[in-house]
């Protein structure tokens, strides 16, 4: 089965804790603290598979969790590092945070994605040794990994889409051209997922044509099968719009036309700006007067039109040499880029409960929605600080840390996070 959409949930393993020891030895009264840091926990990494093609794995596996660290230990032992969990993935998979709806990474070429970070091990007790508390009698928990809910979007990476009513001839045409041999019938939405034909132009020099189920109109509000295909074309350099010159079902080419371009805009406007020529199929059919009226009307429209009679590759070739010529002109393949995502974007989590833990000047700030807010922010941007010290005072963190009586200058520890307490 096809399935190129699937929501999953990806969580970073936890962190290790850090251990409290002091050195023994025999004869040595007190040694120092020699407590070992947590290791990492593993990341939850995407990383493209070419021999995929959907992503109905995704279908019964929907939670992913990366193995935690180990915790440190005595003899200043770092805990072991957990595995990262690869999760695999089709070619041309976007990923969006389900959350804000936002981009977090294309993976269209064979860079991996990080899709959830493990959390830092945590500080074995000889980090908190200073001049005035050298027995320090507390370690930092490994810090939890992040979480993310994703969206997965399956965009299919090809130069050219392939547009047209049902039964018009598309997949005819892709089966004369390339490789490709998709089912061809005379009743309406034959083709049921998309299909990508390499056309070889010779010297190295070959592009490749999607071929996607039948557009009718409504396509995009959900009406047939249309809308959910128009993904699979919103990469494409440019499109090729083929339509049955002759009518023979009954509608007129030229409503066809509008119609399809209509959805297109409404889909996704960018996509009805792009590229588009003409191919008038089924000359067979057709009276000259048929074709002049629609090559006229095409050519007042400023697009380059064509006539062919797809089962019997006539004038096929021109078409090819045609989208040939005009992918030399244009940009390549629509990547999409990471999406900043500003706290204040973050959905409001219910009950901002805390808990603060006070070890030796040292003041723990433990908070589940306050990780989140963290992990998802960039705190080098002044604003997302701005935001971040909002939060602690609205939330009550900052009163409640004077209450326990943080001094000036007091370590304030919020998982990976570490800051100085100023007033
Ligand atoms: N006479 C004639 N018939 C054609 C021509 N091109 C395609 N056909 C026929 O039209 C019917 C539909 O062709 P397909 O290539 O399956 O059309 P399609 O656009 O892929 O259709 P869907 O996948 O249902 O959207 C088939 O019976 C083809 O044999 C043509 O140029 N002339
Ligand atoms: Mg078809």
């Known amino acids: 089965m096809f399935v190129d959409i699937a929501k999953i949930t990806v969580k970073g393993g936890k962190g290790g804790d850090g251990a409290v020891a002091f050195h023994r030895e025999k004869f040595v009264a007190s040694g120092g603290p020699d407590g070992g840091d947590g290791g990492k926990g593993g990341d939850v990494v995407l990383q493209v598979d070419t021999n995929l093609s959907t992503l109905a794995d995704f279908r019964y596996k929907r939670k992913y969790t990366a193995p935690s660290g180990t915790n440190g230990s005595s003899g200043r032992k770092n805990g072991k590092k957990g595995e990262d969990l690869i999760i695999r993935v089709p070619l041309g998979t976007v990923v969006k945070d389900a959350a804000t709806g936002k981009i977090l990474a294309d993976l269209s070429d064979d860079q991996p994605f990080i899709a959830a970070k493990g959390g830092k091990g945590g500080w074995g007790n000889p980090h908190f040794a200073t001049a005035t508390r050298q027995v320090p009698r507390f370690a930092k928990s490994g810090a939890p990994g992040e979480e993310w809910e994703l969206s997965l979007e399956l965009k299919l990476i090809a130069d050219v889409g392939l547009l047209g009513f049902p039964n018009v001839g598309k997949s005819s045409f892709i089966s004369v051209v390339s490789q490709a041999k998709p089912i061809i019938a005379d009743y309406h939405f034959t083709t049921l997922t998309p299909v990508l034909g390499v056309v070889s132009m010779g010297e190295g020099n070959s592009f490749v044509i999607a071929d996607i189920p039948g557009l009718i109109e409504g396509a995009s509000d959900g009406v047939g099968l249309g809308h959910e295909f128009l993904r699979h074309v919103e990469r494409c350099r440019m499109l090729v719009h083929i339509l049955d010159a002759a009518g023979s079902?009954?509608?007129?080419?030229?409503?066809?036309?509008?119609?399809?371009?209509?959805?297109?805009?409404?889909?996704?406007?960018?996509?009805?700006?792009?590229?588009?020529?003409?191919?008038?199929?089924?000359?067979?059919?057709?009276?000259?007067?048929?074709?002049?009226?629609?090559?006229?009307?095409?050519?007042?429209?400023?697009?380059?039109?064509?006539?062919?009679?797809?089962?019997?590759?006539?004038?096929?070739?021109?078409?090819?040499?045609?989208?040939?010529?005009?992918?030399?002109?244009?940009?390549?393949?629509?990547?999409?880029?990471?999406?900043?995502?500003?706290?204040?974007?973050?959905?409001?989590?219910?009950?901002?409960?805390?808990?603060?833990?006070?070890?030796?000047?040292?003041?723990?700030?433990?908070?589940?929605?306050?990780?989140?807010?963290?992990?998802?922010?960039?705190?080098?941007?002044?604003?997302?600080?701005?935001?971040?010290?909002?939060?602690?005072?609205?939330?009550?963190?900052?009163?409640?840390?004077?209450?326990?009586?943080?001094?000036?200058?007091?370590?304030?520890?919020?998982?990976?996070?570490?800051?100085?307490?100023?007033?």
């Open 249 to 423: 079902e009954g509608r007129d080419p030229i409503e066809d036309f509008e119609k399809i371009n209509a959805e297109l805009e409404k889909f996704n406007p960018d996509l009805a700006k792009r590229k588009q020529i003409v191919a008038a199929n089924k000359i067979d059919l057709a009276t000259d007067e048929q074709l002049e009226r629609l090559e006229n009307y095409m050519r007042e429209h400023g697009y380059d039109f064509y006539r062919m009679c797809a089962p019997i590759a006539e004038g096929t070739q021109q078409v090819i040499n045609a989208v040939a010529a005009e992918l030399a002109k244009l940009p390549p393949v629509v990547r999409y880029e990471r999406e900043t995502i500003t706290p204040a974007e973050l959905p409001v989590e219910k009950g901002q409960n805390y808990t603060i833990r006070v070890e030796d000047g040292v003041y723990f700030v433990e908070a589940e929605w306050l990780l989140k807010i963290l992990q998802r922010t960039d705190l080098d941007d002044y604003e997302a600080l701005q935001y971040f010290q909002r939060v602690l005072e609205t939330s009550g963190i900052l009163n409640s840390l004077v209450e326990r009586g943080i001094q000036e200058g007091d370590t304030v520890v919020i998982y990976d996070f570490e800051f100085d307490y100023v007033s």
